[in-house]
């Protein structure tokens, strides 16, 4: 059960913005002010809420990508062109602007360091968010915990927290990436979709009963999910967080 | 609490003409896929579209006899209790007037049934007239199985989750039975301009 | 369209509303096939009228959820049981 999830009705809370900051082309992170936040843990997502002047209202979910403890909340958002939320999250929003937000919520993809490891994410472009949330918290706490993070992007400028990664690789976190349509000149690591064999050669292997967090797009996630139980990886141990098709 | 205004937020909606936007509905260009469950796929051999319940005989019809009845093509307004509206979208399909041409029934009722289990019910004055159809056909294509393919029942005037998705049949009934949705909160009836979206609105 | 199917973990924010307490940890058996999931790891089809939570191995209805943004109306005739 989740420590820092408030037990009783939810309501919805005011969030302010206190920064944007682009993370790739299509993909900026929020960093947020909200009075009497709770905490949270890593893994857990918060409901957004948009009113226009006319009473319209679109809601949407979206992965805290902040390790708990910090002076903000972070969300980190992936523009939908067509999407009805994310454009105006990633457009238009500026520091002082106000929305409505629920949560933390999700005490099922959640993970934190008393579970202990080893810890094997997959996560499919965006699905990266709340993964993310892991390793930072992992990184903080020092534990001693191994984690193996395998990010799927389709290209190198698509890559998500790309250079925090590169940093977090090494010791007991290791970062493997695929990039999956584009690759820079002289890339040696995969460049295809993920499948077993790949999941095999990354991932810590079935024996060690890792605890296995899938994340991104539905397509992906079901069938990162697939190929790990092929794999002999224990279905109870495999948790996935489905984006929809709109990716969050 | 009322909600906190987003400022700038105004969503992918535009303006539509009053009179055709029923109150609390915006309108969209795209065609939103709602759905309860996964999509059913039945092979069109296995396919058939059957009436049953208080009627003299019941009726069934294979693809090939169901595609085989005359067919229409309509330009309607559709209306969503999710608040989203579609003006002018074209369909082709079978008025439900021409399944029931010839039926004896006492029943005020019919509860359309569907793969995958969803049903709704409407009033039977509500599916004559001219008011309904099962559609096989949307913007001059066969129907996408997302989209209720191969066929669905089409009740524009009604709130969409009347135009049951998927629809292998209807049940001519006494009662006003609760279907899917009706059961648990939605409006009986359900008329857009009346705002019937919820029980006891 | 398999891009529609979510999570139970993607309904938290709105059972939490309506149960007072993370439910997503909960265990849920299925009245129809009778295996056992946590409610985060039901199917969930939230792009609809409602929140329509289904069983993962039978497809099975076990919860819906509708709200008029004050009343909610729950329907968990699909649960045989649920354990909190």
């Not at chain 1, 970062?175 to 584009?182: E, F, I, N, Q």
């Not at chain 2, 199985?145 to 009347?162: S, T």
Request: aromatic residues 8%.
């Amino acid at each position: 059960m989740a420590r820092a999830a408030v037990l009783g009705r939810l309501t919805w809370k005011v969030a302010e913005a206190v920064e944007v900051v682009p993370e790739t082309a299509r993909v900026k992170t929020i960093r947020l002010d909200v009075p009497d936040w709770p905490g949270h843990l890593p893994g857990q997502h918060v409901d957004v809420r948009l009113t226009a002047e006319d009473g319209y209202q679109a809601q949407r979910s979206y992965s805290i990508a902040s390790a708990p403890g910090g002076d903000s909340l972070e969300l980190t958002v992936e523009r939908i062109d067509d999407g009805e939320v994310s454009p105006y999250l990633t457009d238009e929003l500026r520091p002082g602007d106000r929305f409505e937000l629920r949560g933390p919520v999700g005490g099922y993809f959640v993970w934190e360091p008393s579970r202990g490891g080893p810890l094997f994410l997959v996560a499919g472009g965006s699905g990266v968010v709340p993964l993310m949330a892991m390793l930072r918290h992992l990184d903080g706490e020092g534990d001693g915990i191994a984690a193996t993070l395998l990010l799927s992007s389709r290209s190198w400028e698509d890559v998500i927290y790309r250079d925090e990664l590169e940093r977090l690789n090494g010791g007991e976190t290791r970062v493997a990436h695929t990039l999956t349509r584009s690759q820079p000149d002289g890339w040696k690591g995969y460049s295809r979709r993920v499948d077993p064999a790949m999941l095999a050669e990354v991932g810590p292997p079935a024996a060690e009963r890792p605890h296995v967090y899938v994340c991104g797009p539905t397509p992906f996630v079901e069938a990162v999910a697939s190929a790990l139980v092929e794999l002999g990886h224990e279905p109870s141990r495999i948790r996935t967080e489905r984006f929809g098709p709109t990716g969050g | 609490m009322s909600p906190i205004i987003s400022r700038g937020f105004r969503g992918r909606r535009r303006e539509g003409p009053p009179d055709r936007v029923p109150p609390g509905q915006y309108v969209t260009d795209d065609f939103p896929v709602l759905s309860a469950g996964p999509t059913p796929h039945v092979p069109l051999e296995e396919w058939d579209l059957s009436l049953v319940g208080e009627i003299d005989e019941l009726r069934r019809w294979s693809w090939d006899e169901f595609r085989a009845l005359p067919g229409e093509e309509v330009t309607v307004d559709i209306h969503c209790v999710t608040k989203w509206s579609k003006l002018d979208t074209v369909w082709e399909g079978v008025p439900v007037d021409a399944l029931l041409a010839g039926v004896e029934t006492e029943a005020e009722y019919a509860v359309a049934f569907c793969d995958g289990g969803y049903t709704t019910t409407l009033p039977l004055e509500d599916l004559t007239g001219g008011k309904a159809w099962v559609a096989y056909a949307y913007d001059g294509e066969p129907l996408d199985p997302e989209h209720g393919g191969p066929a669905r029942l089409l009740v524009p005037h009604l709130y969409f989750w009347k135009s049951a998705k998927w629809v292998r049949g209807l049940q001519l009934t006494s009662v006003d039975e609760p279907g899917f949705w009706e059961s648990n909160g939605y409006h009986l009836y359900g008329d857009p301009w009346r705002e019937q979206r919820y029980w006891g609105d | 369209m398999e891009s529609l199917k979510l999570d139970g973990n993607a309904a938290a924010g709105l059972l939490r509303e309506v149960f007072a307490t993370e439910i997503t940890v909960a265990s849920g058996t299925c009245d129809g096939c009778s295996s056992v999931s946590a409610v985060g790891a039901l199917v969930a089809y939230t792009q609809a009228p409602g929140v329509v939570l289904r069983c993962p191995h039978c497809d099975d209805v076990l919860m819906k959820v509708v709200t008029d943004g004050e009343r909610v109306w729950i329907d968990l005739r699909g649960l045989r049981s649920l354990q909190l």
